[in-house]
Every structure is written in structure tokens, then in C-alpha cells.
């Protein structure tokens, strides 16, 4: 008897651990992209791959990306409305990239959801900085980001389907 309140004592605990672990995954990015922007550019990768024509049911879209279903649907409404994704309703339905994978930028998915890393923010917080005025890692910072918004502009679906 003793095992089995034992037993019962541990599941929910380890249970309260795997949903805080979840819960943080799904509020932290990689530090550059919000976790919306990696969950958009995963679905989005995913649909670059299908053949012309072809479109992947939500559903199967969250488990092949392994995106929540109801955070996958709110991104996928926001890609939509942006012009970006085409939903399908009904019988052979679902999502399809509105354009080509090589007329979608990544800049372009950040933008639609407003997860652009914004220009100009200082790296401790403190306020614009800039090459009159910088903070302590004002240089690196601005080679970071320049970097990474060249990337963001020059980067496409098809590069990295």
C-alpha cells in the first residue's frame, strides 16, 4: 500500500514538471525568433514542400510540425489574413503556401506576425542607443542585428526547404 500512494504522490508531480517544461518551450524562442515566428517558419517549411495544387489539413500540419493545434491555428489565421497561406474549406481542404517558397521571405513571415526584432533597440534595455550614444554593446549589438536583418530579407522558403 505504501508503494502505491507512493506512486500516486509521483505522477502528479512529474505530470506538473513535463507541463511546466511545456509551457516554457512554448514562450521561449531562440532568442532571435519568438517561438510564433519559429512555429509560422516550421508550418510554412512544411507547406513549401508539397507539390503544386496541394494543401495539408491543420491537424495534420500541428503533428508533423509538432506545433500545438490551437496555437497552430491562431499563426495559421494571421498567415492567411497577411496573404501569405491559402485556406481551403471542406472536403480535400486545408493550407497551401499562397505563393511560391522562393516569393516568401523570412522577413516577410516575421513581418505578417509582427515579430520583427525591432531597429534600433539597445541590447540591456536601456532605451535607443546609437553610434553618438552607445551602450556598452552598442557595436556588436548593430552587427547582430544588421546581420540578421539581411538574412531575414535575403532568405526565402525555398532555401531552406
Do not use: N
Amino acid at each position: 500500500m505504501i508503494s502505491v500512494s507512493h506512486r500516486r504522490r509521483e505522477a502528479p508531480h512529474g505530470t506538473a514538471r513535463v507541463k511546466a517544461r511545456k509551457r516554457a518551450q512554448k514562450t521561449e524562442g531562440t532568442g532571435l525568433l519568438s517561438q510564433t515566428s519559429e512555429y509560422a517558419l516550421r508550418a510554412l517549411a512544411t507547406l513549401a514542400k508539397l507539390r503544386p495544387g496541394e494543401s495539408m489539413r491543420a491537424t495534420d500540419l500541428a503533428r508533423e510540425t509538432a506545433v500545438p493545434p490551437q496555437y497552430l491555428s491562431k499563426v495559421l489565421r494571421k498567415l492567411v489574413a497577411r496573404g501569405l497561406l491559402r485556406a481551403r474549406k471542406g472536403h480535400g481542404g486545408g493550407f497551401s503556401l499562397a505563393r511560391g517558397p522562393s516569393a516568401i521571405r523570412v522577413a516577410d513571415v516575421l513581418e505578417a506576425l509582427d515579430s520583427a526584432p525591432p531597429i534600433g533597440r539597445c541590447a540591456f534595455g536601456w532605451g535607443r542607443c546609437d553610434a553618438a550614444h552607445p551602450c556598452p554593446l552598442h557595436p556588436m549589438w548593430s552587427k547582430l542585428t544588421e546581420s540578421f536583418q539581411t538574412w531575414t530579407s535575403t532568405t526565402t522558403l525555398a532555401d531552406v526547404t
